[in-house]
C-alpha cells in the first residue's frame, strides 16, 4: 500500500514552453500533496502545500504564478511549470499524505520524481 | 530559523557493522520525526517515523532515538548490507500546519563488503 506515483518520469522541453507533471496517490486517498524540487546533491526543497479543493500554499520564494498547483480530486494534483527556462531544469517530486495502509497519517509517502530539462 | 544538520561528509563502513547517523535541529520543537531513504534519481522512502513522546523505535535492522532534551534523532542500521548504501534524511516535523516536511541535507553511507 501507500502507493504514489508520477508522470512523466522525465520531460525535455523548449525554453518558454509549459510542463504539467501529474502526482497521484493509487492505493489511498491522499488529503494533502506537497511538491519539492531537488538540485544536484542538494536536499528536498519544498515548493508548496495543496489540500484538495483548496488553493495551494507556496514556500517564500516560490513563485505561484510559475508553478501553478491544482489539487483537483483526492488521488490527483498537478504542477505545471509555466513559461520554462533552463534555471527550471531539476527534479521534481511529489509526496502525500492520508491514512494509508494503516501508517501513521503523518507520513509522506513519496512519488518516483521527474526529471525537468529545459532547453 | 529552523535549522538541520546531519552528518555532511559520507559514512563509508564495512559490512557486517552498524552504521549510526546523526540528525540535529535548532530553533523548534517538533512533534515527531522521520526517516528516509533516497537512491540516486529517485524519491525517496519512508523508512520510520518516531514521535515526541518516544525515546525509541525499532524495525527490523532499523532503530531510531529521540533525544528531544539534546534535539538529537540517532539512526541505526544493525548488520549493514551493500544494499543499505544510499542517502538518509531526516525530516523533524512541527506541530499544526499540514505536516510540512523540512529535509536535512541527507548523510550517504556507502556499506563495503
Known amino acids: 500500500g501507500a502507493v504514489v506515483s508520477q508522470h512523466p518520469s522525465w520531460v525535455i522541453c523548449k525554453s518558454g514552453t509549459s510542463v504539467k507533471i501529474e502526482c497521484r496517490s493509487l492505493d489511498f486517498q491522499a488529503t494533502t500533496m506537497f511538491w519539492y524540487r531537488q538540485f544536484p546533491k542538494q536536499s528536498l526543497m519544498l515548493m508548496a502545500t495543496?489540500?484538495?479543493?483548496?488553493?495551494?500554499?507556496?514556500e517564500q520564494g516560490v513563485e505561484k504564478d510559475k508553478f501553478l498547483i491544482n489539487h483537483a480530486s483526492l488521488t490527483l494534483s498537478t504542477l505545471t511549470v509555466t513559461s520554462a527556462h533552463p534555471e527550471d531544469s531539476s527534479f521534481y517530486i511529489c509526496s502525500a499524505t492520508g491514512l494509508a495502509g494503516g501508517g501513521d497519517q503523518e507520513t509522506q509517502y513519496f512519488g518516483p520524481g521527474t526529471r525537468l530539462l529545459v532547453l | 530559523s529552523q535549522k538541520i544538520e546531519q552528518n555532511s561528509e559520507a559514512l563509508n563502513i564495512q559490512e557486517g557493522k552498524t552504521a549510526t547517523l546523526t540528525c540535529n535541529y535548532t530553533?523548534?520543537?517538533?512533534?515527531?520525526l522521520q526517516w528516509y531513504r533516497q537512491d540516486p534519481g529517485r524519491g525517496p522512502v519512508f523508512l520510520l517515523l518516531?514521535?515526541?513522546?518516544?525515546k525509541e523505535k525499532r524495525k527490523e535492522r532499523l532503530k531510531v532515538t529521540f533525544d528531544t532534551t539534546l534535539k538529537q534523532s540517532l539512526f541505526h542500521i544493525t548488520a549493514s548490507q551493500p544494499a543499505d548504501s544510499a542517502t538518509y534524511l531526516c525530516a523533524p516535523t512541527g506541530r499544526g500546519g499540514y505536516n510540512k516536511l523540512i529535509f536535512g541535507a541527507g548523510t550517504r553511507l556507502a556499506v563495503h563488503p
Open positions: 518516531i514521535r515526541e513522546n518516544e
Open positions: 530553533n523548534y520543537s517538533p512533534a515527531y
Open positions: 495543496s489540500n484538495e479543493g483548496s488553493k495551494a500554499t507556496y
